[in-house]
């Protein structure tokens, strides 16, 4: 909850402060988070290895950003669903399965991102 009594300033570092250990929780406790931040060092690594251009990096790096912040987000609506009703439920399920369907699209996205990125510099190898 905001502090009334704290400055502009302050209240950022805050803010800040809770954003990093939000990332912190996702990377230390969610699976799926793990996951594709495995797939993004990989890519990175790939991107290093290939020398990809600048524009290619920035593509890159706005798809693994896609990623992680759809996965972030789905994570969340989940948790939400979960705590509001922890049993079973038709609707909560329903709602769960189309904040699945978010990290789905990024991915689908990322592949082909990847694709147009690395295939022609793999083909080149062989």
């Known amino acids: 909850m905001k502090n009334p009594n704290d400055s502009f300033i302050k209240g950022r570092l805050k803010s800040v402060k809770f954003a990093l250990r939000g990332m912190w ?3 230390t406790t969610e ?6 931040s495995f797939f993004a060092l990989l890519v990175i690594i790939a991107g290093f290895y290939f020398d990809i251009s ?5 593509m890159q790096l706005l ?3 896609l990623v992680l912040v759809a996965e972030s987000l789905n994570t969340a609506i989940e948790k939400v669903a979960d705590f509001i009703h922890p049993d079973y439920h ?3 399920g329903f709602i769960k399965d189309i904040a699945a369907g ?6 689908i996205i990322s592949l082909i991102i990847a694709g147009i ?3 022609s510099k793999i083909v080149i190898l062989f």
């Open 31 to 36: 699976d799926s988070i793990k996951a594709q």
């Open 102 to 107: 978010g990290p789905s699209f990024a991915a």
């Open 117 to 119: 990125i690395y295939v």
């Open 54 to 58: 600048s524009t290619e990096w920035m």
């Open 63 to 65: 798809a693994i950003g």
């Open 90 to 92: 038709e609707k909560i």
């Open 25 to 27: 929780l996702l990377l």
